[in-house]
């Protein structure tokens, strides 16, 4: 299956800072991949769907301007987690799309202390 | 919207017994279900896809089974081995007929395989 690479796989930041998680397609162009947050015992749950060259499109309930995503090559899609808050740690996950199944990263563990 | 359940939080089976996870959903009509292994720490892999039209599929010691009547899909791991311990996801696809779609997932179900 195709490869998705994300890292880092785990940081620790300060509240009020920011953190930038970084998801690569290697062996495919992605026009869009998905990302996800998993809260400890609790499902995947969509955050934004990041579009190759356009404006993210953000599910509800998810800030837009404290999620930042950059789309900006068919490889390359970034989630910035601005002013970061302890409630904010939890298991980021981005996905590139198969022609059914999806391929994910190995995911991101963010700890705001 | 969707919804998803996986009945068991986790499930705990002896070695060389057969497991069957189950995957109930609600408000909807998928085109298709998968299921998914994730361990800890680690992001999903994809393991079985199964389609609306289709009643079963298997992959080595994986059977999988799609009832659209009762919305219902079972996950059974034949021969199971204490590597099969994981937690199993099940999906949906999030807009139907479309082929760049997010999915929607099921808590999942943490199994223990015990030698």
């Known amino acids: 299956g195709a490869v998705v690479s994300q890292h880092p796989s785990r940081v620790i930041c300060k509240s009020g800072t920011s953190v930038k998680i970084e998801c690569r397609s290697l062996?495919?162009?992605?026009?869009?991949m998905f990302w996800y947050r998993q809260f400890p015992k609790k499902s995947l749950m969509l955050m934004a769907t990041s579009n190759e060259g356009s404006k993210a499109t953000y599910e509800q309930g998810v800030e837009k301007d404290k999620f930042l995503i950059n789309h900006a090559s068919l490889t390359l899609s970034t989630l910035t987690v601005t002013s970061a808050h302890p409630e904010d740690s939890s298991f980021y996950i981005c996905?590139?799309?198969?022609?059914?199944?999806?391929?994910f990263g190995q995911g991101t563990r963010l700890t705001v202390v | 919207s969707q919804k998803i359940e996986q009945n068991s939080e986790a499930l705990n089976i002896q070695e060389g017994k057969t497991a069957t996870l189950t995957c109930n959903y609600t408000?909807?009509?998928?085109?298709?279900l998968q299921w998914y292994r994730q361990d800890p720490g680690r992001g999903p892999v994809f393991l079985l896809l199964i389609r609306e039209n289709e009643k079963e599929k298997r992959k080595e010691r994986l059977k999988v089974t799609f009832d659209t009547t009762l919305k219902q899909s079972l996950f059974h791991i034949t021969a199971s081995q204490p590597a099969d311990s994981a937690t199993y996801l099940c999906?949906?696809?999030?807009?139907?007929?479309?082929?760049?779609?997010?999915?929607?997932f099921g808590k999942g179900t943490r199994l223990s395989v015990i030698a």
């Open positions: 999906a949906l696809d999030m807009y139907r007929n479309s082929g760049n779609t997010p999915l929607v």
């Open positions: 996905s590139g799309q198969g022609a059914t199944e999806a391929f």
């Open positions: 062996d495919f162009q992605a026009t869009t």
């Open positions: 408000n909807y009509s998928p085109a298709y």
